[in-house]
């Protein structure tokens, strides 16, 4: 509410765009971006300008013509006469294949680890801190060749497995180890397939569920109600169940060696497990210091705490240290999770058709395509690493302290 002697309020200006403080650093800030769209915009004219004068035109034509090779290692159908597009597909699948159970197997790898190193057991501690020494400091392409050299050197070739003489056998009459790749059974899906999938993933669903669920009553009430056998309860028991009801709808199709090599069943390639392996010991190698620094960050007085509370010492780590320590690790853990999906592109090295041994090497060599090449490769290792930092972040933001 205005008075006879306040003042006339004064009205805009544009001097007071750089003079008004209120003004000022929006200013700059406007000009600072119109400078850097000019900027960018002379560097794409120019680029284009120079590739017209060259002769080369930015064309993706070449996705829609033949592609020409195989690919041994696919998810989905493929054959030498589909098109560039549906090979980039196949190495895209490939890719995403492999980062995921990288990231699974890493973590598992370093959680363990962390957690060990932390042992009272002096023999423990020492083989985990030589475990996360040996392969953090080695690079992965290494450990890449040497797991693959292993397989192809150690494992015996499939005419192994034949006759009287045979040296190998399979195991349990299920698994076959070779030089060419693991051959592990593959399941074969009826009618009502569907619905025990279903029933599977409801059984998962159940399982966080009752985890959660005991853990509301033990902070709430301090009631301690069993965890792992109910689990493993809610896991089975209505798979099995619906599996005979619906009439045994999933088989199994076994491998069987016929001729010169294994029939039936589903191949692992040797390039996909030295890929994955590799990744998994030496991400997994960073990843115990994450979960190390993310326990020590705990203060003690916690543990002790919930130790005179009278909670196993499994218990105190589950319900007490790691939930806290969590939000220490999980950052770091990001960027680990990053670096697994970009170093997945050294797949190359033993044959395995990631999307840059299919889009960036094959299909680039063959058309000639580089810069479009380079742009998707660019595009799609951007869109998976912005995807996984967004999923990160938002699980991050739910282990994160909540300030009342």
């Known amino acids: 509410m205005t008075t006879l002697t306040d003042p006339p309020r004064a009205g805009f200006r544009l001097y007071l765009l750089f003079n008004d403080t209120r003004y000022r650093s929006l200013t700059f800030q406007a000009i600072a971006l119109m400078l850097l769209i000019f900027a960018f915009a002379y560097l794409g004219s120019n680029l284009f300008r120079n590739l017209t004068a060259a002769g ?7 996705l829609g013509s033949s592609a020409g090779y195989d690919i041994n290692q696919r998810l989905i159908e493929y054959d030498s006469q589909s098109t560039n597009a549906r090979a980039a597909v196949v190495g895209i699948l490939n890719t995403l294949l492999v980062a995921f159970l990288a990231c699974v197997t890493a973590t598992i790898f370093g959680v363990i680890a962390g957690v060990l190193r932390l042992s009272n057991n002096w023999l423990v501690s020492k083989l985990m801190a030589f475990y996360v020494e040996i392969f953090r400091n080695i690079p992965v392409l290494i450990w890449i060749i040497i797991i693959f050299t292993i397989m192809t050197a150690v494992l015996p070739g499939p005419n192994k497995f034949r006759g009287d003489s045979a040296t190998a056998s399979m195991v349990l009459d299920m698994f076959a ?18 619905i025990l999938v279903l029933t599977f993933i409801a059984s998962i669903a159940g399982i966080f569920a009752y985890r959660r669920y005991t853990t509301k009553l033990l902070y709430d009430t301090g009631r301690l109600l069993p965890v792992f056998w109910p689990s493993i309860a809610l896991l089975l028991m209505p798979t099995i169940l619906m599996y005979f009801v619906l009439g045994r709808p999933v088989g199994l199709d076994l491998p069987e060696l016929r001729g010169f090599n294994f029939q039936g069943g589903l191949k692992i390639g040797g390039p996909l497990i030295a890929l994955w392996f590799a990744l998994s010991v030496y991400t997994g190698a960073f990843i115990a210091e994450n979960v190390r620094a993310g326990i020590q960050s705990v203060s003690k007085g916690q543990t002790e705490a919930a130790l005179a509370l009278g909670l196993r010492p499994g218990r105190v780590m589950n319900l007490v240290v790691l939930p806290q320590a969590l939000r220490v690790i999980i950052p770091p853990l990001i960027s680990q999770f990053l670096n697994i999906t970009k170093n997945s592109s050294l797949a190359i090295a033993v044959g395995y058709a990631d999307v840059t041994a299919t889009l960036g090497g094959i299909t680039l060599n063959q058309t000639g395509r580089a810069i479009e090449c380079v742009v998707l490769l660019m595009l799609f290792y951007l869109t998976i690493s912005l995807s996984i930092s967004a999923i990160m972040n938002v699980y991050n933001n739910s282990v994160k302290l909540k300030e009342r």
């Open 56 to 62: 080369l035109n930015i064309s993706y034509d070449f």
């Open 177 to 194: 180890f070779t030089n060419r790749g693991i051959y592990v059974p593959a399941p074969t899906w009826g009618a009502g397939s569907s």
